[in-house]
């Protein structure tokens, strides 16, 4: 375990369907992200939260509705998806968004296909 | 505005052999700069970073990278590859500029370890 833990690994969903990712870290860091990994394309960043407040919304479709409850929990709520979303997603936290030196911790990602 | 170019989408080598592995870089401003290794249905990991101190820098399982600023390059190496070794090695960089600290990702170099 990384230390961020994430699930499910690995998630089929239908287009009309609405399901939840969630990603969980007991690290004591205050930041926290959403990445999406697609097959020959680079790293997109969706999200980003700091001390539980959006920082971020790198012009994310609004069928991804992220949530942050506290700190250490980070959810990524789905709905009405396109195949075009398959991809991994992964979450990443850090100290702060202002201590970036330190790296992120990722989690192992959750791998969705939506059919 | 800051960028992460990573030369070879794939890279081969025999068990045994040197791995180079490229990353330049685009920044205005002092960089700091990651490499991150990602296995097979895995998160990324933290290789090794560097944040203005020494430019040699020492990570995990033997990697080690040295940070250019007259080449802006930031290449990783390992003297004698394992087996192990084969898994996508990305580069990222992280600008504190204009209260932005966000990293950029490179799109990822394939290792591929051959007996």
């Known amino acids: 375990e990384t230390g961020v833990t994430q699930t499910p690994r690995h998630l089929v969903m239908g287009m009309t369907n609405k399901k939840s990712l969630k990603c969980e870290q007991h690290?004591?860091?205050?930041?926290m992200y959403w990445y999406k990994q697609s097959a020959k394309k680079p790293l997109e960043l969706m999200f980003v939260y700091n001390f539980k407040e959006q920082t971020e919304n790198n012009s994310v479709p609004s069928r991804f509705s992220p949530e942050c409850p506290n700190s250490s929990h980070l959810f990524l709520h789905l709905h009405t998806l396109q195949p075009e979303d398959s991809a991994l997603y992964l979450c990443?936290?850090?100290?702060?968004?202002?201590?970036?030196?330190?790296?992120?911790?990722f989690g192992s990602g959750t791998r969705l296909t939506v059919v | 505005a800051q960028s992460v170019t990573q030369l070879g989408s794939h890279v081969s080598v025999s068990e045994g052999a040197l791995v180079l592995l490229r990353c330049n870089y685009s920044?205005?401003?002092?960089?700091?700069l990651f490499w991150y290794v990602q296995y097979p249905n895995q998160g990324l990991q933290l290789l090794l970073k560097?944040?203005?101190?020494?430019?040699l820098v020492k990570g995990i399982n033997g990697f080690e990278a040295e940070f250019k600023k007259s080449e802006t390059s930031f290449h990783l190496t390992k003297p004698s590859a394992h087996m192990s070794d084969a898994a996508e090695y990305f580069c990222?960089?992280?600008?504190?500029?204009?209260?932005?600290?966000?990293?950029?990702f490179g799109r990822g170099t394939s290792l591929i370890v051959h007996p």
């Open positions: 990222a960089v992280i600008t504190a500029s204009g209260g932005s600290y966000i990293p950029t």
């Open positions: 920044s205005s401003v002092p960089p700091y």
């Open positions: 990443a936290s850090s100290q702060g968004v202002n201590r970036l030196t330190y790296g992120y911790t």
């Open positions: 560097y944040t203005s101190a020494a430019t």
């Open positions: 690290l004591g860091h205050n930041a």
